[in-house]
């Protein structure tokens, strides 16, 4: 099976000199699809880091990023944001729900960014798949952190990419919720074969991975 991401002796440095500090040191990674994969590491490890270079929001400074077997490193910016929109979707810390749109108005908002038709029939078919088919004409701040942040997978799988990328999806979670949402992110990737990484703090999340990598001192290790 093809990856859906491949990052190649991966390395990113800020600064130069003797203020230059390496945020990612030769990092390797792939991951195929319905394959959940979790990234552990502390606060400042190169997790974040790993993560807008996967999705294309900066470069490396050196090594390859494959997206779809396509070197993200030598596109163009606006290659970078046409396959960003086409091929991967986010879910964030907090929900990053919009107050004022209720969430039937949050997925037609992702439809009116990318050019396309509202397709309602396939809201509902996540939104059911999610447990979230009555609150369709609700606003963010009626629904509890955990339906926000299952409104947020399901807004992430609309439409249908390639991969999603999650930072710290449960941070503002209680446990209960936190592990239901993972759950419920495993299920999505293996159900509809999408490839899903999230990265966490929180190695008590990471029981039914399907593999566990650990970034400290921008290096990663595979458990």
Known sequence: MENVLELKNVSKQFGSGHVAVTALHDVNFSITPGQFVTIIGPSGSGKSTFLTIAAGLQTPTSGQVLLNGHDLSAQSEKQRLR?????????????????????????????????????????????????????????????????????????????????????EPTASLDSARSFDVVKRLISEAHDLNKAIIMVTHD?????????????????????
């Open 83 to 167: 396959d960003r929109f086409a091929h991967v979707g986010f879910i964030l810390q907090g929900s990053n729900l919009i107050p004022y749109l209720t969430v039937a108005e949050q997925f037609k908002l992702v439809d009116r960014l990318t050019h396309q038709k509202f397709q309602r029939e396939e809201m509902r078919h996540l939104l059911d798949r999610l447990d979230l088919s009555k609150l369709e004409n609700n606003y963010p701040n009626e629904l509890s952190g955990g339906e926000r942040q299952r409104v947020a997978i399901a807004k992430a799988l609309f439409h249908d990419p390639d991969i999603v990328l999650a930072d």
């Open 203 to 223: 190695e008590r999340l990471t029981k039914d991975s399907d593999a566990v990598y650990r970034i400290e001192d921008g290096q990663m290790t595979e458990f």
